[in-house]
């Protein structure tokens, strides 16, 4: 993949995602408010849909190419794009340009994209060097990190939300035990393997209710909605957040 261009005094293009936006847009809205007020101009191709990721990872190749082709079309005059979500920003930079490979048009497409996409947190802290976005929650409230296996396996995102929640006043960070282990969901991987899938969820449901933090944060919203049906399953109260709605100030009576 070609060296990532700076990011400094470039507009970003939101790409929202599919279960943001059609489950939880008020985390899209989260993601546009932090960036706003750090001065990042922001715009949102309509045109977006999907990034191929499912096609993909079930083996429907050329299915993933026409949905990518789309994507890079909807991006074509993107400077950055961002997106809260770890494992869709890996498929556009990992798996771009190992779907057009054996098409150079498309392939320098692919890179290009590949080269200015960024997941949220890595774009504030590795981007434009910032770990503090001005957060203060309204009372003390412990969380922890749950680090989602794209992001920290496919793109290195592990350092960066603990950065930025470190930063946020009146927030104590502890660790989560077992912060990297899956939380079962993996797409299609809970779909077809519901009782492995299960049983992973399980662990990492146990580790929550022994954990001291108030709330667990992350930076994907597939393992919020599979850690969430877990908890609530179990019957406990805490809750898993996107990082983005607590950078914005929306989670636990928090507030820029």
């Given at each position: 993949m070609?060296?990532?261009p700076s990011?400094?005094?470039k507009?970003v293009?939101?790409f929202?995602t599919c279960?943001v936006d059609?489950?939880y847009?008020?985390?899209g809205?989260s993601?546009?408010?932090v960036?706003?007020?750090?001065?990042?101009?922001?715009?949102?191709?309509e045109?977006?849909?999907?990034?191929?990721?499912?096609?993909f990872?079930?083996?429907y190749r050329?299915?993933?190419?026409?949905?990518?082709?789309?994507?890079?079309?909807?991006?074509?005059?993107a400077?950055?794009?961002?997106?809260?979500?770890g494992?869709?920003?890996?498929?556009?930079?990992h798996?771009?340009?190992e779907?057009?490979?054996?098409?150079?048009?498309?392939?320098?497409r692919?890179?290009?994209?590949?080269s200015?996409?960024?997941?949220?947190t890595?774009y504030?802290v590795?981007g434009l060097?910032?770990t503090?976005?001005?957060t203060?929650?309204?009372?003390p409230?412990?969380?922890?990190?749950h680090d989602?296996?794209h992001g920290?396996?496919?793109?290195?995102?592990q350092?960066q939300p603990?950065a930025?929640?470190?930063n946020?006043r009146?927030?104590?960070v502890?660790?989560?035990p077992g912060a990297?282990?899956?939380?079962?969901f993996?797409?299609?991987?809970?779909?077809?393997?519901p009782?492995?899938s299960g049983a992973?969820?399980?662990?990492k449901?146990k580790?929550?209710m022994?954990?001291?933090?108030d709330t667990?944060?992350?930076?994907?919203?597939?393992?919020m909605?599979q850690i969430?049906?877990?908890?609530s399953?179990?019957?406990c109260?805490?809750r898993?957040v996107h990082i983005a709605?607590v950078?914005a100030?929306k989670?636990?009576?928090?507030g820029a």
């Amino acid at each position: 993949m070609h060296r990532r261009p700076s990011v400094f005094n470039k507009r970003v293009s939101l790409f929202v995602t599919c279960i943001v936006d059609m489950i939880y847009p008020e985390t899209g809205m989260s993601t546009v408010e932090v960036l706003e007020r750090l001065g990042v101009e922001v715009d949102f191709p309509e045109a977006q849909t999907c990034c191929g990721q499912m096609g993909f990872n079930a083996g429907y190749r050329d299915e993933a190419r026409a949905v990518a082709r789309h994507f890079l079309e909807a991006f074509k005059d993107a400077e950055v794009i961002v997106a809260p979500s770890g494992s869709c920003v890996a498929m556009v930079r990992h798996y771009y340009p190992e779907l057009f490979q054996d098409d150079p048009v498309w392939y320098a497409r692919a890179t290009w994209a590949a080269s200015i996409t960024w997941e949220l947190t890595e774009y504030l802290v590795d981007g434009l060097g910032i770990t503090d976005v001005g957060t203060a929650l309204k009372q003390p409230a412990k969380l922890a990190l749950h680090d989602a296996c794209h992001g920290l396996r496919g793109l290195g995102v592990q350092k960066q939300p603990r950065a930025l929640l470190n930063n946020v006043r009146q927030a104590e960070v502890v660790e989560l035990p077992g912060a990297d282990q899956c939380c079962g969901f993996g797409g299609l991987f809970a779909i077809k393997m519901p009782d492995v899938s299960g049983a992973m969820l399980n662990d990492k449901v146990k580790a929550i209710m022994a954990c001291e933090a108030d709330t667990i944060v992350l930076c994907d919203t597939s393992c919020m909605t599979q850690i969430n049906g877990g908890l609530s399953r179990q019957g406990c109260p805490k809750r898993a957040v996107h990082i983005a709605d607590v950078l914005a100030g929306k989670v636990g009576g928090s507030g820029a």
